[in-house]
């Protein structure tokens, strides 16, 4: 099992920068491929980004490619997601994911294990 803690929400103006961090428990977190996710009101949770148990891989949802960039320190049991040049339409509630495969053609499939979650507001 892995437990999984997001941080690093908060509220910021449009074009501004936030940096969140996914902390994990567990002696296996470094060979799992990990996915951040996204749900803002009355929408279902969508991708955001994913990256491969080493890191060198990494894929993006369309929406966010160019702004946002996913890294982790497997030493730290960390993984990031830096967010740049925020807009109204990133406010969400961001959820970690982990665990999940992460086919070459398929792209991230999510797995059973989430955090609870760290929102992010980006006012116009």
């Known amino acids: 099992q892995v437990q999984l803690v997001e941080s690093g929400g908060g509220l910021v103006q449009a074009g501004g920068s936030l940096r969140l961090s996914c902390a994990a428990s567990g002696r296996s977190f470094s060979s799992y491929a990990v996915g951040w996710f996204r749900q803002a009101p009355g929408k279902e949770r969508e991708f955001v980004a994913a990256?491969?148990?080493?890191?060198?891989?990494?894929d993006y949802a369309q929406s966010v490619k160019g702004r946002f960039t996913m890294s982790r320190d497997n030493a730290k049991n960390t993984v990031y997601l830096q967010m740049n040049s925020l807009r109204p339409e990133d406010t969400a509630v961001y959820y970690c994911?982990?665990?999940?495969?992460?086919?070459?053609?398929?792209?991230?499939?999510?797995?059973?294990?989430w955090g609870q979650g760290t929102q992010v507001t980006v006012s116009s």
């Open positions: 994911n982990a665990g999940g495969t992460f086919g070459s053609s398929s792209g991230y499939r999510a797995s059973a294990y």
């Open positions: 990256v491969t148990w080493s890191g060198v891989r990494t």
